[in-house]
């Protein structure tokens, strides 16, 4: 199979007025910030990228001196190309002068966001094998007010709703190509490329986006940066660890994973009894200190007979969204004689990967045997474990 070719185009043609206002030089794309230019560190982010093979940079016609004073040197790294007078418009001469090549993947970026991490751009491009869009997304955890006139609220908005997109955003080249074209003979600036994508009828997915990732605007993002950069990071891990039992009763199937799985048992439990999502969903809730499946779900709540796990996976993956978190990666292990899971892993990732709207390399699902030993050794049951990973902000839990 041919492997698929990604470009990058780096948005970097602004004059950064708004860090002007403290008296810094313009433009904020060529200040140093731990001892190099911001455009190198970003740059740099996708250049660390083995399978990105394009990477183009749009700058202002005013800064080709500054540019060329880089030193920037890569086989991927094409010639800069002059932006227009818009974000849009400088996005649209990137993608004709990518034209001649057909990337079947391009990636647009802003200059100003340096701490794109491998991770992030991995998980874009991995949405971008299901949907024609993708990009990172903070879910919004303040409450939003919308004002009419700058002075009065006009309404709440419902903040679940909501979510705050970041770069890199990733496309089909060929489908965002044709979209731009089409945007440009319409009198409306868009604010980013997935809000063109929208517009032309694309399919466009989140993914969740990365704190760190913040885009430079003002003096105080440059504070923040350098100490991003000497590693006094605002996001601290958290790791929580689930384990749940369920013993076999007459049936046809099981759910694992959030797959159905014929089997000439089932499992027993108040819900669909899916014993690998209830230890997942435990590790989760045990990251945060939040306690377990029987606080928010209690067994005793009649609403949740025969409920899909999948329900309990989400509300653990909210409750660390609302805290401004993020989930690092997943590690599940089934234990028992029967039924197969290895068959299964790929459909169970899937489900947990849409559930938590995460990328399925960040899940890990192993199946073993407990080598006829013990209540599973006999058939008794199902043991799982898992063990969850994740980053929330520093201090807020």
Request: proline share 6%.
């Amino acid at each position: 199979m041919r492997q698929k070719t990604i470009a990058v185009i780096i948005v970097a043609a602004g004059k950064g007025e708004r860090v002007s206002t403290d008296g810094i030089p313009d433009p904020k794309q060529y200040r140093p910030l731990a001892g190099k230019p911001v455009l190198a560190h970003t740059v740099a982010a996708f250049q660390a990228m083995p399978q990105v093979t394009t990477i183009l940079t749009v700058i202002h016609a005013d800064h080709q001196a500054r540019y060329a004073a880089l030193g920037l040197s890569d086989p991927r790294l094409l010639p800069p190309v002059i932006g227009g007078d818009s974000r849009q418009a400088s996005v649209l001469e990137g993608l004709k002068a990518l034209a001649p090549m057909r990337p079947d993947r391009v990636l647009i970026h802003d200059a100003a966001r340096p701490f794109a991490s491998p991770q992030l751009i991995g998980d874009v491009l991995a949405l971008l094998e299901q949907y024609d869009g993708a990009l990172p997304a903070l879910p919004v955890t303040d409450t939003i007010k919308r004002t009419l006139d700058g002075r009065h609220v006009a309404t709440t908005e419902d903040r679940n709703q909501l979510a705050a997109a970041q770069t890199p955003q990733g496309f089909r080249f060929g489908q965002l190509f044709s979209a731009h074209m089409r945007a440009g003979t319409v009198r409306r600036q868009f604010t980013d490329d997935a809000e063109i994508a929208e517009w032309a009828g694309l399919r466009v997915a989140m993914t969740m986006g990365d704190p760190d990732n913040i885009k430079l605007t003002f003096s105080q993002d440059f504070a923040r940066a350098e100490r991003i950069l000497s590693g006094d990071s605002l996001m601290e891990t958290r790791v929580g660890t689930g384990f749940d039992v369920h013993a076999f009763v007459p049936g046809d199937h099981v759910w694992l994973g959030g797959v159905r799985i014929p089997y000439h048992h089932a499992l027993n439990g108040h819900s669909d009894s899916d014993v690998a999502l209830h230890a997942l969903t435990d590790a989760l809730y045990g990251s945060i200190g939040a306690g377990d499946i029987g606080v928010h779900f209690p067994p005793s709540d009649m609403q949740w007979k025969g409920a899909a796990s999948t329900i309990f996976l989400k509300h653990a993956s909210d409750m660390i969204a609302q805290a401004g978190g993020r989930i690092v990666n997943l590690d599940v292990t089934i234990v028992c004689e029967g039924p197969k899971v290895n068959p299964h892993v790929a459909a169970m990732r899937a489900v947990i990967a849409t559930t938590l709207n995460i990328a399925p390399a960040r899940i890990a699902i192993k199946a073993t045997t407990s080598e006829k030993l013990g209540f599973t050794g006999r058939e008794e049951g199902i043991v799982a474990m898992a063990s969850a990973s994740v980053e929330v902000p520093r201090g807020e839990l």
